[in-house]
Nanobody, 125 residues
Framework: QTRLMQFGGGSVQAGGSTRLSCVASGDTKSFSCMGWYRQAPGSEREGVAA????????????DYAASVKGRFTISQDKAKDTVYLQMNSLKPEDTAMYYC??????????????WGQGIQVTVSS
């Protein structure tokens, strides 16, 4: 079974930056992609960013939501089974619970099937 632990988050002022980390443990060979979702109160879950984590991952561009493209960057350290989400130029509307996920890469989309516990990011104006 794959376990995911998330780190980072907290409160940030608008225009600021923060970084989320997600470490996978247990069965780390069963997934081919890692990514991040978020959910704000009263809103539907939104895919934020995802990337292929298999061999030759540089051949596959990361996938970003339009709302974060150019501000957020997803990256990974395969040796540490860790995925990061660098969040810059944060806006109050980025306030949400952020979830790390792993899953299967299909047609340049990460189909998540395991989730982290979630971590809160609050952006104040």
């Amino acid at each position: 079974q794959t376990r995911l632990m998330q780190f980072g988050g907290g409160s940030v002022q608008a225009g600021g930056s923060t970084r989320l980390s997600c470490v996978a443990s247990g069965d780390t060979k069963s997934f081919s992609c890692m990514g991040w979702y978020r959910q704000a109160p009263g809103s539907e879950r939104e895919g934020v960013a995802a990337m292929y984590s298999g061999e030759e991952s540089t051949n596959y561009p990361a996938d970003y939501a339009a709302s974060v493209k150019g501000r957020f960057t997803i990256s990974q350290d395969k040796a540490k089974d860790t995925v990061y989400l660098q969040m810059n130029s944060l806006k109050p509307e980025d306030t949400a619970m952020y979830y790390c996920g792993v899953g299967t890469w299909v047609a340049n989309i990460c189909i998540h099937d395991h989730w982290g516990q979630g971590i809160q990011v609050t952006v104040s104006s």
